[in-house]
C-alpha cells in the first residue's frame, strides 16, 4: 500500500515564516531558515519514495510550484480554518482520489524528520492504523494514518503542549492502536536552533 505525503508549507516570507525566531535570525533570517527548512522536508519526503507527494500551501497565491519545482508534486492551496480543518480537508481529499494509499502529513520545521523516519512510519501501517512522531513541545511533526479519519484533527488547541496528547485521545476514540517513534524535536524557538544541521545553522549565520 503507498502511503501518500501531504507537507503543509507556508510561503517563507519575512514577516511571516518563523515569526517567533525574528528576535534570534531578524525578519530576513528567519525567512531563510524557512526557506533551507521547506526545501529540507521537500527533499526527505521525494527520497523516502514511499508514495506520492503533495504539496499544500498558503498563502494561495504563493506560486509555489515554480518556487518548489518538483514536477512529480501536486500542489495545493490550503483552504480557510484552523490547522486541523485544513488538514481534514487535504487529507480527506487524498483518500477519496487515492483509495486504498495512506496518508501521512508533515510540516516542514523539524530537520529531523528524514526520509528513513518516514519510512518507518509507513512501514508502521502494515501493522497500526496510525503512526506518531511527537515533537518535543508537546505537538507532533508528523502523522500518519492507513485512512483519513477527520475526527483525528478536530477541536485541537494547536500551537500548544496539547496537541499530541488530545491526538492520542482522538485515535483512543477511535479505537485504534498506534504505533509511535521517539519524539524530535520542532525548530520554533530560538532555543531550538542548537539543533539545527551545520548546512542550516550557517544559512542563517550561526557558524
Not at 26 to 32: F, I, K, L, R, S
Not at 79 to 101: F, K, T
Not at 184 to 204: F, G, H, N, Q
Request: aromatic residues 6%.
Amino acid at each position: 500500500m503507498p502511503t501518500h505525503v501531504l507537507i503543509f508549507a507556508k510561503q517563507p516570507l519575512p514577516g511571516f515564516a518563523k515569526t517567533r525566531l525574528i528576535p534570534a535570525l531578524g525578519e530576513a533570517g528567519a525567512a531563510q531558515l524557512a526557506e533551507g527548512l521547506l526545501q529540507h522536508a521537500v527533499q526527505q519526503a521525494k527520497a523516502a519514495d514511499i508514495g506520492p507527494v503533495s504539496l499544500h500551501f498558503t498563502p494561495a497565491q504563493w506560486p509555489v510550484a515554480a518556487h518548489v519545482n518538483q514536477t512529480e508534486f501536486s500542489y495545493q492551496p490550503q483552504c480557510e480554518g484552523d490547522l486541523g480543518a485544513r488538514m481534514a480537508h487535504a487529507c480527506g481529499q487524498i483518500s477519496a482520489q487515492n483509495p486504498g494509499s495512506g496518508v501521512l502529513v508533515m510540516g516542514t520545521d523539524c530537520p529531523a524528520l528524514t526520509s528513513e523516519v518516514l519510512q518507518q512510519m509507513h512501514s508502521a501501517l502494515a501493522d497500526y492504523p496510525a503512526c506518531l512522531v511527537p515533537a518535543n513541545d508537546g505537538g507532533y511533526v508528523a502523522l500518519a494514518m492507513r485512512e483519513c479519519q477527520a475526527e483525528v484533527f478536530s477541536n485541537i488547541a494547536w500551537s500548544t503542549p496539547a496537541v499530541a496528547p488530545t491526538t492520542r485521545q482522538r485515535m483512543q476514540a477511535l479505537g485504534w492502536q498506534w504505533r509511535e517513534l521517539p519524539a524530535l524535536v520542532d525548530i520554533d524557538e530560538a532555543e531550538d536552533l542548537a539543533y539545527l544541521s551545520a548546512d542550516l545553522k550557517a544559512m542563517v549565520g550561526l557558524g
